[in-house]
């Protein structure tokens, strides 16, 4: 058996390459899962533009010194097993890399899914290496595959957002400013900020997006980067960065002099990454998702958490899909090669908003 694997240049994304490597056999407690589907989107990008940083070049280690590969999320069937407790044919969902085919250690095993115990993955944080099986899995329908794929873990990042700026009494401030407003973690959250009375809610993006922003409904007023002054100089705010351009958070930071809090999530403009030092006004900070999920869990109970997450996306895929207007279609490409030019494509920027890319190395 192969395993074909897209590898990227740490330290220059837009160099990737096949690799294909004879796959080894098994050791006693591991699976072999077939990759069937995963979803490439600006969120990928920011794992490779944060892979150092925040450790996300480690789930996978290439085995290439300089050489990456980045993560995924998406949907596969297990066509070998060694460990007893998971069956040949199960269907899982969760983090994989860009590869055809994916090698676990499972651990912590419930009727709900497993933890991949690969000593390498032991520091990194839990929620990534969490594997859900379909069957008992509450939010899967077999037909919303691709639009899970797409959208589940960025609108669990958008929810988690909302609910820690509402947590934090958006820190003061009556307006959100949001950048890459076309990015779908963007408008996640904004779909759940409109629903914050007395909250204006304004995305940034470029002209060439702003139609598509516009129609989506979710924000109060759309405004092109290069309209910034349009909004005035006293506005409360809080600016959530899905963009990581260091200009842009510059600008916003000299502009408002009532900037209450500045937060940082992904780095959709990966040729303007820059550090968030000097800047007048409140700290830059990252927002990790995963630490609002944890104080959640702590507050309301694990079970409590997950049904209101299954609520709110539960309404959210209704409206990105609605028959009426969708705001995403799935796009499907097959084989090496179209998963290498889909990454090209989404790395630079020019891909359509209304677009949602699913791959497959098969």
């Known amino acids: ?21 004879e796959a080894a056999p098994l050791a006693p407690g591991q699976i072999r899962v077939r990759i069937d589907s995963f979803a490439l989107t600006s969120n990928n990008i920011t794992y490779a533009a944060f892979g150092e940083a925040m450790s996300y070049w480690q789930f996978f280690p290439s085995g290439e010194e300089g050489w990456g590969i980045v993560p995924a999320w998406g949907f596969g069937r297990v066509v070998q097993s060694q460990h007893p407790g998971v069956a040949v044919g199960e269907r899982l969902y969760g983090y994989w890399p860009m590869s055809s085919h994916a090698v ?25 290496n969490r594997y859900l099986r379909c069957k008992s899995d509450p939010y899967y329908t077999a037909e919303t595959e691709d639009i899970q794929a797409l959208l589940r873990p960025l609108f669990v990042t958008s929810w988690l957002i909302d609910d820690f700026l509402a947590d934090n009494g958006f820190f003061g401030a009556n307006t959100v400013l949001l950048s890459s407003a076309s990015s779908k973690t963007a ?20 002209d060439q997006h702003r139609p598509f922003c ?24 809080v600016y959530v ?17 009532q900037l209450k ?8 403009h990966v040729e303007q990454l820059g550090g968030a030092k000097d800047l007048p006004g409140p700290r830059a900070t990252l927002f990790f998702a995963p630490a609002q999920g944890s104080k959640r869990a702590a507050d309301w109970g694990a079970e409590e958490l997950g049904r209101k997450l299954v609520a709110s996306w539960q309404d959210f895929v209704a409206k990105v899909s609605a028959p009426s207007g969708p ?10 090669e179209a998963v290498q030019a889909a990454y090209v494509q989404v790395l630079s920027g020019r891909g359509d908003p209304r677009q949602g890319q699913i791959l497959s190395m098969g």
Not at 7 to 18: E, N, S
Not at 214 to 237: F, H, Q
């Open 104 to 128: 676990l250690q499972p651990q912590r095993l419930n009727a709900a899914g497993f933890s991949d115990a690969a000593p390498h993955r032991a520091p990194l944080h839990a929620v990534y």
């Open 261 to 268: 809090y500045s937060c940082s999530v992904g780095g959709t």
């Open 327 to 336: 705001c995403l279609v799935a796009q499907h490409h097959r084989g090496p």
């Open 241 to 257: 960065d899905f963009a990581g351009n260091a200009g842009l958070r510059q600008r916003i930071h000299q502009r408002f002099a």
């Open 187 to 206: 408008y996640g959250t904004a779909h759940l900020l409109a629903r914050r009375p007395g909250l204006e809610v304004v995305g940034l993006t470029s």
């Open 214 to 237: 516009e129609g989506l409904g979710c924000y109060s007023r759309v405004i092109s980067y290069e309209d910034l002054d349009k909004l005035p100089a006293d506005t409360a705010c």
């Open 1 to 21: 058996m192969t395993t074909t694997t897209l590898l990227v240049r740490q330290d220059q994304l837009g160099t990737a390459r096949i690799r294909a490597d």
